[in-house]
Structure formats: C-alpha cells, structure tokens
C-alpha cells in the first residue's frame, strides 16, 4: 500500500516505483507489487519414451505446482503457435518459466518459442518493463544457446546425482540466493540436495572463453562430474533471468526411486524458496490480459494432467495439442 498522502519520496526505477512512508516509523522502502501473478511456462514436444502421449506436447505438472506453492498462477506457453500469438500472450504474462526437458535447443518448436519470449523480454526490460525469466536444466541450457548464439554445451557425468552446491563469491550478495534463510544456504552447500539430471553442461572453462555469456549472467555456484566443472547456477547481470542447472521443482513434488532424488526437509525447503523467489520477481511485473474471460481460458486450470505412475521422471503430465 502506498497511499499517496503519505508519501514524501517518490523514486521511479527500473522496477516500477519505490516509495517510503513518513508514518508509522520506522520507515520501510516498499516497491509496488502484483499479488495476482500469472507466470507462463513453456510446453515442448513429447519425450519419445513417452508410451501414452495425449496431444503432441506436454508440461511436467511438478513446475506447475512449484510456482502454485508460491503463490502464483500458471499459463501454459503452448509449442506451434504465431510470432502475435507468442507477443500476445507475453503481454499478458508476467514472467517466463523454461522447464527441463529434452528436446532439442537448436531445432525444436521449444526452442523456436523460447527465442521469440526471449527477445521480447530483452526489449520489455531494456523499456523498464521488468520481465523475469527462469531457466531449469533443459531451460538453463537454452539460455546459454540464446545469449551466446551458438551450443557450447558439453557432456557430463550428471544423470541422476544429488550434488552440494559450490557457492561463488558473488552468491552471497546475489538477488537470487540473497534472499535464502543461512541456515538453507548452509545446507546447500553442505548436504548432497540439488537433483541433476542432465547429460549436457556448460563447463566453467566455455562460459569463461565465451564473451556473450561472460558479460551477461553472473555464476552463484558450480559442481563437477569429477572431472568437468559446470556452471549449476547463474543469474544476468542487467536482466531478472536466472537458471539452474539442477531440478529444484523435484524435490517436492517427483518421487520416481532413482537416485538423486532427495526429499530430506532441507531439500523440499530449498524447492519452496526458489519458487518463492520467482514469484517475487514476479510480482513486479503487471501485464496482464485484456479481459477477464481471456485470463480465465488461458489458464492451466483448464487442463487435467495425466497419471503416469510414480516411477517415472514426471509423475503427472499435462498435454496440449
Ligand atoms: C509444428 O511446427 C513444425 C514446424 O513449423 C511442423 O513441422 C509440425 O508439423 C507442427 N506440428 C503440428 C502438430 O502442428
Ligand atoms: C566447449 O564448446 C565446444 C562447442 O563449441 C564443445 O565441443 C566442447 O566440448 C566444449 N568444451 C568444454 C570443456 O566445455
Ligand atoms: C555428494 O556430493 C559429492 C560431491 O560434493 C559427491 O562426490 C558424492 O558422490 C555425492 N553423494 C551422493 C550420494 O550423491
């Protein structure tokens, strides 16, 4: 709430407007916020070891109630639609979530829309339009391909494995891990809880010989297979986009027995604040749509995820033609 008649400082920045009150003390800065964020995410082709597919793409149900335990309604970001359709709907969204996955991030319808959201948010944030946009696993991997322009992913030995976070300097005053109680960044970096799953990496060794993605995102942490040390988390220097490399939506809502799957409290803990975080960003973004009825049909509520079975990766899919 920031009633105008108490106001004795109005800043305007990049994010909308800070204000302070004059009453009660002490004083709070407060940044205007949307409490009803809608948050989209993106839909890809079918897994091909997917025995019963229901249309030809699908959402893992786990991201969406990730971002639904924090407070945050989804969209689905349907694959094979227009370039007005993509800017539509972006305008009416208020952040980006790229799942993992496995489809191709050169080739894939996925990737098509991914760069069409991408560019738009480039240009919505350059405008002091803030637009968040989130990258898990396959999703971290498509970012890098759309600041770099070029795959200069390598293999590693990270399929299922439970890894410690290793923390840079910079984490600890970056917006994304700032935010974290220290006794959950204690466990990040101490117990075996970030799930990975991937066969693809960006290696310390190419983000650093690569200009683009140098100059463009931050690294809060790496891992190794042992032998190759990955990037698992970054956030952009100038931009609300971060990505993990690791699957903080599993902890709480996928339970496949396979190793690398952790539901330990520190691990289910550590899910909820980076959708928390999310969200917040979130929150300083009010796009929304046009009119009611348009929200209320492109909402995911219209859609019922399938059951696979609890021992597969995602335990409930939703499917879209
Ligand atoms: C999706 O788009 C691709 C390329 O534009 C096309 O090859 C494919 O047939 C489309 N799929 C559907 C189901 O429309
Ligand atoms: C660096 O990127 C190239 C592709 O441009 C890839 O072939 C190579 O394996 C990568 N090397 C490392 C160490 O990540
Ligand atoms: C825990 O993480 C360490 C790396 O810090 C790794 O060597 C070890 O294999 C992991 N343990 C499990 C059970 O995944």
Same mark, same amino acid.
Request: no cysteine.
């Given at each position: 709430m920031c009633s105008s008649a108490l106001v004795f400082s109005v800043v305007t920045s990049f994010t909308g407007v800070l204000c302070c009150f004059l009453l009660p003390q002490p004083v709070y800065p407060c940044i205007r916020l949307n409490n009803r964020p809608i948050i989209g995410i993106l839909a890809q082709e079918n897994q091909k070891s997917d025995p019963h597919p229901q249309g030809i793409?699908?959402? +893992?149900?786990?991201? !969406?109630?990730? $971002?639904? +335990? *924090? =407070? +945050? /309604? !989804? !969209?689905?970001?349907?694959? &094979? /639609?227009?370039?007005?359709?993509?800017?539509? $709907?972006? &305008?009416?969204? &208020?952040? #980006?979530? $790229?799942?993992? =996955?496995? !489809?191709?991030?050169?080739?894939?319808? %996925? *990737?098509r829309a991914a760069k069409i959201f991408y560019d738009l948010a480039i240009k919505a944030n350059d405008e002091s339009d803030y637009f968040p946009i989130w990258g898990t696993c396959l999703g971290f991997e498509q970012l890098t391909l759309l600041t770099s322009g070029k795959n200069i992913l390598t293999v590693t030995k990270t399929?299922?494995? +439970? @890894?410690? @976070?290793? %923390?840079?300097?910079?984490?600890?005053?970056?917006?994304? %891990?700032?935010? %974290?109680?220290?006794? @959950? #960044?204690?466990? @990040?970096?101490?117990? &075996?809880?970030t799930a990975n799953y991937h066969d693809w990496s960006l290696s310390l060794q190419n983000y650093t010989n690569n200009n683009k993605l140098q100059s463009f995102y931050k690294i809060l942490s790496t891992n190794t297979d042992g032998h190759t040390e990955f990037i698992s988390t970054m956030e952009a220097y100038k931009y609300p986009f971060y990505a993990v490399q690791w699957h903080p939506e599993r902890n709480a809502f996928e339970w496949v027995q396979k190793t690398g799957m952790v539901h330990s409290p520190s691990a289910v803990k550590a899910s909820f604040y980076t959708a928390d975080f999310f969200v917040n960003e979130a929150r300083r973004n009010f796009h929304h749509f046009a009119t009611k009825t348009e929200e209320e049909d492109a909402l995911i509520y219209n859609y019922c995820p399938a059951f696979k079975g609890q021992d597969v990766a995602f335990l409930q899919k939703y499917y879209f033609d």
């Open positions: 793409s699908y959402i +893992a149900a786990s991201y !969406v109630k990730h $971002l639904e +335990a *924090a =407070g +945050a /309604r !989804v !969209v689905p970001v349907r694959i &094979n /639609r227009t370039e007005d359709e993509y800017e539509k $709907l972006f &305008n009416s969204i &208020n952040g #980006l979530l $790229l799942p993992g =996955g496995e !489809v191709d991030i050169e080739r894939s319808q %996925f *990737a399929e299922g494995v +439970a @890894l410690p @976070l290793t %923390f840079t300097q910079a984490a600890k005053e970056s917006r994304l %891990f700032k935010t %974290f109680p220290k006794d @959950l #960044l204690q466990a @990040l970096s101490t117990e &075996n809880i």
